[in-house]
């Protein structure tokens, strides 16, 4: 399997008696969406956190393109190439919205060690920002203070500041909460394009989008990766059915 | 030195403890209830030793005169929190700081504009003046063995209502979530008040009981406030048996630092410049005790992470 | 321009104006008073780029202020008694040199900031806050006991130290010098809240994931920023013993940490010019209301109240509105 950009291996969480990732394996290969789905508390975001290094694991690996993770920060992660998104829109809300974008782009350059130098007139960066805004459609609104964004303006700018980072792979834990009907198309058509630049972890409720958009499918229920398919595989799973009887999940 | 000295000295420590103690139970309490860091817990300190100094001087009454203490912090406190402590509770660390930074400056000079710059005194109790001899042949003070007993019952009383009583749970309930008990009745806004009245009381009473061993004068709060914070960094923010094993984890480090450090180098060093080594080292020790706990424990020793 | 610009020159032109015009109304005692206030301010600015930008509540820069002092009083010490500062490994002799002084304030009270940081900045929020404030007492103890440089008592120097080409002693003059540093730290610390690390830094504030999402370390930016502040904040301190000519350890106590915090609140929390105007309404009220009461504390504690829980943003706030962000 040459082509696995992100490998997790045996990820195990608890806290306190409650194993909130229990046992968690599972790739990425170049080119895909890969969904992670299940009901609430199942470990979603748990198990997001412990790839991106916010919360240490138990035991088990994680491979950035071969690489052990191990022993590395959030902010070493971020550098090697995981690019994240929140749940809970999580950006500088005081700065404008080119300021966030920006700033992703400084982390992609390695170091904000520079002092003297307007970092708003740096050529390079505002190029990489701009871009950015402009792939998530949010150009015309560069000068925007972050917080007086809208809730859909807000998750956009989370996916532009993922992109300047131009990172091997994405992380995004649920890009469609909150959004209304056209938020939605508009978000799915965005991760259609991210796609070909690094593949995507995907975390979503929305299962109208998941099943548009993903490739493969994996069902997390109480911790435990319970089966991983095509969309049409899980479709017909039995096991799913049970495990999401009373959901909303269409079948 | 003798063995003697020393256990005189290892007492002072356990003295200057459980006084510490005193001061930080409200400290940390306030904090772990109401998020709040009081820079003015050191006033409420001097308001009960200026009380109890100035009801002994009235009465002559030593009894009376603690009572006063407790009243006067424990109503200072109260109407502190009704005024202006309970709009921080929502505000951010700098706005705290700085408003009860702002209460200091008016209650110190406040009170020096009352009593004036002169230090006060507060005679130790004809009963409790003379030394006591304990087991061993070691004479004591009595007052200072009547604080260390005073203080552990404070602290066994302390410990019994936050664990054993209506009130306790309340006040820890409102450590772990406010909306709840808000949700299920409790009056919160009562609740604070009792609390910030309670730790101002200990405050206050801790500034009596050592008013009587040093002078009662303006300033006499904060240099004790910030060894309370360096109590609670030690013991963990909100932990009542933090603050209790900080308290004589630096009163015993502090005594027995100054004690023992010049000594240590008059081994190897003439005893003028062992003196004032030893001395100067000893003043950072407690600093260089808390520095250590935060390498190991961030939080501090219990503290919730 | 905006407006906060506007009032910013018309507050250099104050600053500097004041004592211009005592200079010529020969009245040298307010000339003074006008070089304790650039010093503040100067102070003022270093603490800003800690709290302000990076959101680090310290409450322990007197450390620095003191540091920077003691850096001057113990050079100039033994500049004025010939004797060496230490004679093993190598001599190493004092300096009335004020240049010299300056280097080895910023050098020592970086070093002190350093290292109160890297222990510090594990912690945040309230533990912060008291940490802080601990270290800065341990020092400040530390002063007391030492009885090389006076202990309690402090340290006198006769003569207040050289720069080239300038009569030190003249108020004008070192009011002149005072008021040069100051206006050159305003021009860096205004190129560093515009530069890469300002951006970053001012993030970590608002969001520590979001910074370390991005794959930097919020830890680092705050240890670089509380050693520039510190190293500021320490060259001011430098400026205060030798305008004083006398360094004690009430530099170094923790009144001071709270007063330089007041200069900062009064005039504006992280606004570049925040801790000027700050510093200039303290020496004004210390001086009229000191004149009219000796217990003006009073005064100076409900003003600070009422500017915390009515007037958040400080005076800039009040007359040149929000804060823009800046690009």
Redo the contacts between chains.
Sequence with gaps: MTDTVLRVENLFKSFGALRATNDVSLDLRAGEIHALIGPNGAGKSTLIQQI?G?LASDSGRVFLMEEDLAGI????R??RGLG?T?QIS???????V???A???A???R???????????K?VA?LEAAHSALDQVGLAQHG?V?TADLSHGQRRQLEVA?AL??RPKVFLMDEPMAGLGLEGAQQMIGLLTELRNSAPILLIEHDMDAVFALADRISVLVYGEVIATGTPDEIRVNPEIRRAYLGDDVPL | MTPLLFIEQLLNGLQFGVMLFLMSAGLTLVFGVMGLINLAHGSLYMIGAFAAAAVAAATGSFILALMASLAAAALAGALIELTIIRRLYDRDHLDQVLATFALILIFSEGTRWLFGSFPLFLDVPAALAGPVTLPGGIEYPTYRLTIIVIGFLVAAGMFALINRTRIGIRIRAGEADREMIAALGVDIAKLYTFVFALGAALAGFAGALVGAIQSVQVGMGEPVLILAFVVIVIGGIGSIKGAFVGALLVGLTDTMGRFLLPQVFALFMEPSAAVSIGSALASMLIYILMAGVLVMRPRGLYGVS | MSRETYLNIATLAVLAGVPLWAWMADEPFTITLATRAVIFALAGVGLNLALGLGGLVSLGHAAFFGIGGYAMGILASHAQSYTPLIEVPFVIEGTKSMIVIWLVAILASALAALAIGVLSLRTSGVYFIMITLAFGQMIYYFAISWPAYGGEDGLSIYLRNDFPGVNTLMPMQFFGLCFAILCLVLVGMNLLQKSAFGLALSAARQNETRVLSVGMEPYKLRLVAFVISGAITGLAGALFADLNRFVSPTMLSWQMSGEIMIFIIIGGVGRLFGPVIGAMIFILLEHVLGGLSEFWHVYLGALLLGIVLFAKGGVIGALAGREKAHD
């Excluded at chain 1, 999580?90 to 404008?96: I, P």
């Excluded at chain 1, 390695?110 to 708003?120: L, R």
């Design positions: 991106t916010h920060g959030p902010a070493g971020a550098r994240r929140f999580s950006l500088a809300m005081e700065h404008t080119l300021q966030n920006v700033l992703g400084l982390g992609r390695g170091h904000a060690m520079s002092f003297f130098k307007p970092v708003m740096d960066l000068a203070r500041v300047t980072l």
